[in-house]
């Protein structure tokens, strides 16, 4: 990699700072669900088609665009940003507080596709200084099934051309701003939803003989299942299983006919993640059959565990030490967070890193998904930086 491509990507983001917090900021201020990011999706043409960067619309609202660089056939790099937002309420008072009510950037994906804009804008200005293809990919959908990674793949995102390697990145506020991390190998959990419903015919809550208590079983089940992680799985395999929902019942005097639950289920193995399914599903049937209930169970099968290629991610921490300074990379730890970067990783050789967005003297150090979730802006010049020179270089 040459020095100086290096220093033009750093001497770019510098200069395209202030414009791309402008562009965070309206994205911020305009947030749309997943699959529904229609206005998303136009700005980001709308910054696309002034540098004359060709694109296409796939999977109704994401954005693939391509820069192509000298000898572009030597090698295709894939970049990609998520766009979509969460049902939350913004609590921030910020000038760009999220204005579409109960919908707010609480994960960063404003933050992610500003990134990926401002790597375009720099790729493109520096097209005859790097070698390859670079892919663009604003993806819809990451926070909620089946993923819009899934759906962009079998849309033929991964061909014509075919990216060799995929580069993604996400905000972190417990990492500071300035600094990075990296982990090779498995860095976060497959993620599947269940949804369970409990029948019997309801009653009076002072003749319970009379029914299935279906408070009392959906109770019984919830801490049941957890024997499922408990006394099945081995210890040293990370796992996770949490009922996160319990609707039932509308009074004091009535059990109710009908309980419904919710939960997630995590793992970092797929032979086990399956077995687990059945498990649940077993160990769900019968007991709620035998305290006298009908049952129906669904387990939405998600994303898959992110694997991050060992080479790939080696090459990147090693780019960013060089970008930000040795001393501001650190690993990422494994989490039972999950990714749908996990159905690009699969496919091919994938680095998701993290972007220090924190900064406790600012406050800004609340975690995602919250409703006064921040970043500290500054963090978007090193993010827009480091993502050009990944897709600049590739492997290299």
């Excluded at 319970?208 to 040293?236: E, G, K, M």
């Excluded at 990379?329 to 749908?340: K, N, P, S």
């Amino acid at each position: 990699m040459s020095e100086n491509l290096q220093q033009h990507i750093k001497r770019l983001a510098g200069e395209y700072a202030a414009e791309m917090i402008e562009v965070r900021r309206h994205l911020h201020a305009n947030p749309e669900l997943s699959y529904k990011e229609f206005n998303t999706s136009t700005y980001i043409q709308q910054q696309l088609s002034p540098l004359a960067i060709p694109f296409e619309v796939k999977a109704t609202t994401g954005v693939i665009g391509l820069i192509k660089g000298k000898n572009p056939g030597k090698r295709t790099v894939a970049l990609r940003g998520d766009m979509d937002a969460l049902p939350i309420t913004e609590e921030n008072d910020v000038p760009y507080k999220s204005t579409i009510p109960g919908v707010m950037h609480a994960c960063g994906h404003d933050v992610h596709t500003t990134c990926l804009l401002g790597a375009a804008k720099i790729l493109n200005t520096l097209k005859d200084e790097w070698e390859g293809t670079v892919k663009l990919i604003f993806q819809p959908g990451e926070e909620k099934n089946p993923g819009g990674a899934s759906l962009l793949i079998k849309e033929g995102v991964l061909e014509n051309p075919a990216p060799q390697s995929i580069f993604a990145l996400h905000v972190h506020p417990g990492l500071d701003v300035g600094k990075l991390s990296f982990r090779g190998g498995m860095v976060m959990a497959s993620a599947d939803e269940i949804y369970i419903t409990i029948r019997a015919k309801g009653g009076h809550a002072a003749a319970p003989q009379n029914t299935a208590d279906t408070i009392l079983i959906a109770s019984h089940l919830i801490v049941s299942l957890q024997q499922v992680i408990s006394r099945n799985n081995d210890p040293f395999n990370p796992s996770v299983l949490s009922i996160t929902a319990f609707q039932g019942g509308f009074t004091t005097n009535v059990i109710p006919s009908e309980v419904k639950l919710m939960g997630t289920f995590r793992a970092m193995n797929e032979v086990w993640r399956f077995k687990a399914h059945e498990l649940i599903i077993k160990m769900s049937t019968e007991l709620v059959h035998s305290m006298g209930a009908e049952i129906d169970i669904k387990i939405d099968v998600g994303y898959p565990f992110v694997l991050n290629n060992e080479k790939l991610s080696a090459s990147a921490r090693k780019k960013g030490e060089g970008y930000v300074g040795k001393e501001n990379v650190e690993e990422t730890e494994l989490r039972m967070g999950a990714e749908d970067f996990a159905f690009y990783s699969h496919q091919i050789p994938g680095c998701f890193f993290r972007l220090g967005v924190g900064n406790k003297a600012k406050g800004i150090s609340i975690g995602v998904h919250t409703p006064t979730f921040n970043v500290d802006e500054g963090a978007i010049e090193i993010g827009m930086g480091m993502m050009a020179l990944l897709g600049a270089t590739g492997a290299e």
